[in-house]
C-alpha cells in the first residue's frame, strides 16, 4: 500500500468517516511493520496539530518504546472496536493525545458508564472575617475582593468589606475561599492580584493587604498571577514552603496526599525556600520555565514545559509521564470519587490527556486501552484491577 492511501485513511479515521472496507483496510496498515516509519511520521503529525502552546517533542526513544508496545498488543485477535481504540492510541505518539483531546469514544456500557459521574463545576464556599460561610453561586466563575466583595460580573456576594469599619492591619478581616472535591474558583484579591483554585483546595488572604508584605496561605493546587508591587512582595506559605514573589505567575501543588510540592514558574521570578525552622538550606531562585520539587526537605529543580502544570486552569488533565495512583488522585478531586485497588498496581506511565468537562465514564473508557479495569461501587468508590494479558 502506498503512502498516499495510508494518509488517506488516517485521515478517514480522524474525520470518523471510515467505511466498513476501509476500517478492514487500516486495521491491515496497522499490523504491517513495513508501514511503520508512515506511521510514526503521522503520529508525530497529530501530536504538532494539537493546537498553541501544547506541541512538544517527545524523544524517539520514548516514542518508539510506545509505539512498539502498541504494535505488539494487538496480535491477539480483538472486536473492532478496541482494534479502533488501539489506534487511536498509536496515532499519538503521546499515548493517545488527540484521542484524548479530539473526539472521545462513546463510554462502555457498563455499570460506570449506567452510573455516571459529572465532571466538576464552579463550586465554593467564601468563609469571612465573623465565622459566617457564603456559598458561592456555581453560575459564576469568581469573586472580587474590594470595598465589597463581588462575583467576577459586579453582582453582590457581601456588600461591604468585612474590616470596613476599622481598616487597619491588627484589624483586616481574614477570609478563605474553598473548593470542595469537584470544584474550582477563582478570587481577585484587594491588590488586584488573580488566583485560580482546582479542586479540593484552599486560600486563606486578609480582606486587605497591610505592612511590608502580601501573605496568603495555600493548601491544595492553585495558579497565581501576582499584581506588581516592588514595595511589598507576595508571599505564599503552603505546607513546609513558602514562597516570595514581587509580580509573576506561578502554579503550585500542595496537595496533603501528595508526597512532594511542587512550584511551576511561568513568568518573572520566585525564590522558594522552606518553612519553619531554619535547616540550613538555601532559598531556590526560579527564572521561568522551572520548577521545584519539595521532597522531604529537600528541593530539586527541573526545567518542565508549563502548560503541562498549567493545563487544569484551561479546563484540560495533562497526563504526560503521570503514573495510574497520580492521574486517579486527580481524577478522583475532579469527580469527587474515592479509589481503591484490586491486585497489584501496573506500573503505567500515561501520556496525553483530556478536556476536563467530560464525564467520568469517558475518561475511564479511554483507560482500557491500557489495560485497566474499573467498577464503581454504591458509595462511589472506584475499584480498579488490572486486565489479564496473554505474555
Known sequence: MDKSRIEYLHQRYLDSQLSAAEKAEWEQVLHAAAHEPTLQALMHGVWASIGPGNARAMPATRANRIFRQVIRQPRRRAPLRTWLQAAAVLLAVSGAVWFFWGRPPRPAETALAMQDIAPGRNQATLSLADGSTVALSERQTGI??????????????????PDSSRPTPQHAGTLTLATPKGGTYRVTLSDGTTVWLNAASTLTYPSRFYGSERRVTVEGEAYFAVAEDPQRPFIVA?????????????????????????????TGKVSVSLNGAATGQPAQLLTPGKQSILQQGRFSIQEVATDQYTAWRDGRFHFDGKTLPQVMRELSRWYNIKVAYEGRIPAIEFYGGIRRNHNLATVMSLLETNGIRYRLTPDTTLILSTATRNP
Do not use: K, W
Open 144 to 161: 472580587v475582593v474590594a470595598d465589597g466583595i463581588t462575583y467576577a460580573d459586579g453582582s453582590a456576594v457581601v456588600s461591604e468589606a
Open 238 to 266: 503552603s505546607r513546609h514552603q513558602e514562597l516570595a514573589v514581587v509580580g509573576t505567575e506561578f502554579n503550585i501543588n500542595a496537595y496533603p496526599d501528595e508526597n512532594t510540592i511542587t512550584t511551576t514558574l511561568v
